[in-house]
C-alpha cells in the first residue's frame, strides 16, 4: 500500500517570500499522480496542482510549483510571493493511475500555513 | 469546470436519528465518488468507495451497517449516516473526478463538506 508523509506539521512564511513545504511517498508502482490540495477555513479543498509521474518536468501553476524526484519519493511545492490568502492547510496526496476505485487518493497529515503580514 | 455538490453543509441531528447526506456532480457523470470523513486539524480519511449501480467499497474499520451509501445515478451518491451518535459528529467530504477513463488523471472535485453535529 501507498502512503504519503508530510513530516512538518506547520510553517509560517512572511508575505512575499518563499515558502517550500514538503512531501515524500512511498509505492513500488511506476505510474502514478501527485497532487498538491489546499484546504482554507472554508474547509473547500482546492486542487493546487498535479503531477504525472511519467514526466519528468516539474508541474507549475502561476506562484505555485513542485519539485518533483521520482527516484527519491520526493514532491515538495514550493509558494512564491506568499498571499495572506494562501493561508490554509495543504495536504499532499497520491494516486494510483487506475480506474474507478482504484484511482483513490491517499492523503498525507496535512501542513497549517501561516502567512505572516 | 467540474463542480460538486454536497447537502445539506451543516446538520444536527438527536441521538439515534438518522441523517441523510448527499453528493451530485453538477455538470459530469461520476460513476465512482469517494466519501471522507474530516476531524479538526487533521487529515481526509477515506470512508468508503461509492459505485454507480452496485454495492459501495467500504475501507477497514468502517461500519456499512452505520454508513449506507448508496449510488443510484451517474450524478448522486448519498451518505445515511444511521442511528447517529454523538462520536459521529465529524465534517464528511465527498469527492467524485470527471474523467471516467483513468479518474486519477484529471484530479478530483470535492463537495464543500457537511458539518454532522450529533446532540
Known amino acids: 500500500a501507498q502512503t504519503v508523509t508530510q513530516s512538518q506539521p506547520e510553517m509560517s512564511v512572511q508575505e512575499a517570500e518563499t515558502v517550500t513545504l514538503s512531501c515524500t511517498y512511498d509505492?513500488?508502482?511506476?505510474?502514478?499522480?501527485l497532487f498538491w490540495y489546499k484546504q482554507p477555513p472554508s474547509r473547500q479543498m482546492i486542487l493546487v496542482i498535479r503531477?504525472?509521474?511519467?514526466?519528468?518536468q516539474n508541474a507549475t501553476e502561476n506562484r505555485f510549483s513542485v519539485n518533483f524526484q521520482k527516484a527519491a519519493k520526493s514532491f515538495s511545492l514550493k509558494i512564491s510571493d506568499s498571499q495572506l490568502g494562501d493561508a490554509a492547510m495543504y495536504f499532499c496526496a497520491f494516486s494510483w493511475a487506475r480506474t474507478g476505485a482504484n484511482s483513490k487518493l491517499t492523503f498525507g497529515k496535512g501542513i497549517t500555513l501561516s502567512v505572516r503580514p | 469546470g467540474a463542480v460538486v455538490s454536497q447537502h445539506p453543509s451543516r446538520v444536527i441531528c438527536k441521538s439515534g436519528t438518522s441523517v441523510k447526506i448527499e453528493c451530485r456532480s453538477l455538470d459530469f457523470q461520476a460513476t465512482t465518488m469517494f466519501w471522507y470523513r474530516q476531524f479538526p486539524k487533521q487529515s481526509l480519511m477515506l470512508m468508503a468507495t461509492?459505485?454507480?449501480?452496485?454495492?459501495?467499497?467500504?475501507e477497514q474499520g468502517v461500519e456499512k451497517d452505520k454508513f449506507l451509501i448508496n449510488h443510484a445515478s451517474l450524478t448522486l451518491s448519498t451518505l445515511t449516516v444511521t442511528s447517529a451518535h454523538p462520536e459521529d459528529s465529524s465534517f464528511y467530504i465527498c469527492?467524485?473526478?470527471?474523467?471516467?477513463?483513468?479518474?486519477?488523471?484529471?484530479?478530483?472535485?470535492f463537495g464543500s463538506g457537511t458539518r454532522l453535529t450529533v446532540v
Open positions: 469527492s467524485a473526478s470527471p474523467d471516467s477513463s483513468i479518474a486519477s488523471s484529471y484530479g478530483y472535485t
Open positions: 461509492s459505485n454507480e449501480g452496485s454495492k459501495a467499497t467500504y
Open positions: 503531477q504525472e509521474a511519467y514526466k519528468q
Open positions: 509505492t513500488s508502482e511506476s505510474d502514478y499522480y
